[in-house]
């Protein structure tokens, strides 16, 4: 007897178009992740053409990108024309060397290497008092080298436990910031300012308002010299941002605030136009922030940080973290961060300098 067996064609067919479509998406992903970093490495030379054929002026400084202010790095505005480029590392750990894991829903490990870039620039005439920020980051985000220096190097120096790797993350993260600022004089030119900006990339969203006093001298000139006057200042900046999820950070908290004290300690010489910028400076700040990173229950977890900055003359280096003397209680979450910046319209006046100075054998041009 012959038996007959019935069946359907519609499920195994279903399941091939089920397949279909997350192949079709997955595809769709990796090319919409391809045109965003092709997107930003274009972007970014263009800007820097653009800086450098705009900006000609005596540079001081350069902004932070994101996410270094809520790790803990200085937020203050430029108060002077530049253009920098440089290299910046944040790293977050969801553990610390004793297993003690960070409340938030973020579970893995994120190494930021941020190759950056950054344009302030002042503007005269109808703009007078004005300045405008660019600064753009495209990050080769994985493990190294923010593991070597927190383990190899902070915890065996000071003898702690290393920190664990969780799946770290693998991927290209871009990062672009804008801001517009307004200066007023207080004593002397460009220190009171009150401006408005934004983050936006693949880590998180952001649209910030700050304000507060820059460089505010709290000291007598100590010593005077062919560069410049010797003396410490001070800062403040008070900061109100409202942020959005991004690709790499999926819950952030949809408000933040953000308070900031710094003191400066250095040498600061005049320019033409009656203002003055650092030949030299260290400058240590404090940064308390009600935080982007919330736990399961949407509540959200407070950063306090230090942050340690020393320049000397177009080459600035500032260190961060987040353990305000508890080190071994508070290594994880957003942990650490570095960056190394070079200003480029700045060495490149040295050089000139260098080059415009006569030889003995050889007289000055008229």
């Known amino acids: 007897m012959t038996r007959i067996i019935s069946f359907s064609a519609r499920q195994p067919f279903r399941d091939m178009q089920e397949g279909h479509a997350r192949v079709v998406g997955a595809s769709r992903q990796t090319r919409t992740c391809r045109w965003v970093t092709r997107s930003a490495i274009h972007f970014l030379s263009m800007c820097l053409s653009a800086g450098l054929v705009g900006v000609f002026h005596t540079p001081a400084w350069s902004e932070s990108p994101a996410p270094s202010v809520h790790w803990g790095s200085m937020a203050f505005p430029d108060q002077y024309s530049t253009v920098t480029g440089g290299l910046t590392l944040n ?13 938030s829903t973020v579970g893995n490990t ?19 008092g004005w300045s405008t920020n660019l600064t753009a980051g495209i990050s080769p985000t994985a493990d190294e080298p923010t593991q070597y220096f927190q383990n190899k190097v902070v915890h065996q120096l000071r003898q702690l436990p290393t920190v664990p790797t969780v799946d770290p993350r693998k991927e290209t993260d871009v990062m672009i910031d ?19 900006g934004f983050s936006v990339g693949t880590i998180y969203q952001q649209g910030f308002l700050r304000g507060g006093v820059r460089r505010l001298p709290i000291t007598p000139t100590l010593y005077s010299g062919s560069w410049g006057d010797v003396s410490a ?82 080459v600035r280096f500032e260190t961060w ?46």
């Open 233 to 314: 200042r001070a800062s403040v900046l008070g900061r109100i941002s409202y942020q959005d999820n991004g690709s790499t950070i999926h819950d952030v908290r949809q408000t933040a605030g953000l308070v900031q004290p710094a003191i400066a300690f250095g040498q600061y010489v005049t320019t033409e136009t009656g203002e003055t910028i650092p030949t030299w400076e260290i400058e240590f700040a404090l940064m308390w922030d009600s935080g982007i990173f919330v736990n399961t229950t949407g509540q959200s977890q407070k950063q306090f940080a230090w942050s340690l900055a020393a320049s000397a003359g177009p």
């Open 321 to 366: 973290n987040d353990s305000m003397g508890h080190i071994s209680e508070r290594d994880y979450g957003p942990s650490y961060g570095v960056a190394l910046t070079v200003d480029v319209l700045r060495a490149w006046n040295i050089m000139q300098g260098f080059r415009s100075k006569p030889t003995p054998e050889q007289p000055a041009s008229s």
């Open 91 to 103: 790293r977050f750990t969801p553990f610390d060397g004793l297993g003690n894991k960070y409340d």
């Open 178 to 196: 804008g801001s517009l600022t307004r200066w007023f004089p207080l004593f002397r030119p460009k220190v009171i300012f009150m401006g408005a």
């Open 110 to 128: 994120l190494g930021f290497n941020l190759i950056t870039f950054s344009w302030t620039q002042h503007w005269h005439g109808t703009w007078e």
